[in-house]
């Protein structure tokens, strides 16, 4: 773990911020899981013509879901059955970029469309004077990859995946990941690129956002994301409770840690969702801060820690003088993006 690695090199400093900077981390992706799921099923219910003030609010569907399905999955010490949710996952969300990707074919929300008077003001397309800007470098740009290292973020589970592959080499990890970060890439792209043509510079943080209430395909991708997000969430909690337990030198083998954490956690999460709604501040500023540290700089500063002191592993390859200086490069990158992210 990075922990573990941290107090090799380093020594208890460095080891305790970055596994609390993993804690966090792991908190936001779970509150931008929350705020899914509360849009998610209040849009649903409100399709079906059920708009009461409260039982149909974000926050009161928020609970019920938390309550009835998600509390259940994360006291589960065994995720080994949400393999096959994780794969419906991917489904759903293939079928939200086959649904975005038909409105905006059919121009179901253009001035013209079926649906452009059934949304809010806000959520119409909105276009430069000039038309469609296909490729522009701005300051938002940092804004973007701040959102982009929140969305190919997945180290903290990386020793987990890694213990859990039925081949358990560095090069049979590479090819998974690889595969994984490419079509995940694919589906990302996509999404981005279709909501962009539809709306423009009104996409909403939460893409179906845009999406009228009364849109039956887009209430069946909000369902489809909503199965989605509901089934992963457990995966990031155990993260959060991992790093929740080594931040504070938790036993959590104990039931009276285990249950604790895990309500405690589950409430501040649920919380949060029930306050905040802004789906893209949450992962652009969670992505600039946390994903900028955990995914560049620590990773460049143990190697080129490592470097300097000469510390390997066991089987592994000692770091040159080239590994070295381009973690250096990381880091920098790593300091660009958080520093400039996060102020714009």
Same mark, same amino acid.
């Given at each position: ?285 969670? %992505?600039?801060?946390? @994903?900028?540290?955990?995914? $560049? =700089?620590?990773? +460049?500063?143990? /190697?080129? &820690?490592?470097?300097? #002191? ?9 770091? %040159?003088?080239?590994? @070295?200086?381009?973690?250096? $490069? =990381?880091?920098? +990158?790593?300091? /660009?993006? &958080?520093?400039?992210? #996060?102020?714009?």
């Amino acid at each position: 773990t990075y922990k573990e690695c941290g107090e090799v090199l380093s020594g208890p400093i460095l080891a305790e911020t970055m596994t609390i900077l993993c804690l966090l981390k792991t908190a936001a992706g779970c509150l931008a899981y929350s705020i899914v799921i509360g849009e998610s099923c209040s849009r649903i219910l409100h399709f079906f013509a059920l708009h009461d003030p409260f039982w149909t609010s974000r926050q009161a569907t928020l609970i019920i879901v938390t309550v009835c399905i998600l509390l259940p999955l994360v006291l589960q010490r065994d995720l080994s059955i949400l393999s096959y949710t994780s794969l419906l996952g991917i489904a759903g969300e293939v079928f939200v970029v086959a649904v975005m990707q038909a409105r905006y074919l059919d121009g179901s929300y253009t001035p013209a469309g079926q649906f452009y008077d059934s949304t809010r003001l806000d959520d119409h397309p909105s276009f430069y004077a000039n038309g469609i800007h296909y490729f522009k470098i701005s300051m938002m740009t940092f804004v973007l990859f701040g959102s982009l290292s929140q969305a190919f973020f997945a180290h903290y589970n990386g020793p987990k995946f890694y213990s859990q592959l039925r081949c358990t080499s560095p090069r049979h990890f590479s090819i998974v990941v690889g595969i994984g970060f490419f079509i995940s890439w694919i589906i990302y792209a996509w999404v981005m690129s279709v909501g962009y043509l539809t709306f423009g510079n009104a996409c909403d943080g939460l893409i179906l956002n845009n999406y009228a209430e009364e849109d039956s395909w887009a209430t069946a991708a909000r369902a489809a994301i909503g199965f989605a997000v509901m089934f992963g969430f457990p995966l990031t909690f155990t993260s959060l409770r991992d790093n929740t337990v080594a931040a504070f030198g938790l036993d959590d083998r104990k039931r009276s840690v285990f249950y604790p954490v895990t309500f405690a956690l589950l409430l501040l999460i649920t919380a949060g969702g029930c306050f905040l709604e802004n789906l893209g501040l949450v992962n652009s500023l969670g %992505g600039a801060i946390f @994903g900028a540290c955990i995914a $560049l =700089i620590f990773p +460049g500063a143990l /190697v080129y &820690l490592a470097w300097r #002191s000469g510390q390997v592993g066991v089987g592994h390859a000692e770091f %040159g003088r080239t590994e @070295g200086r381009m973690a250096l $490069l =990381i880091v920098a +990158g790593g300091f /660009v993006i &958080l520093v400039l992210g #996060s102020a714009v």
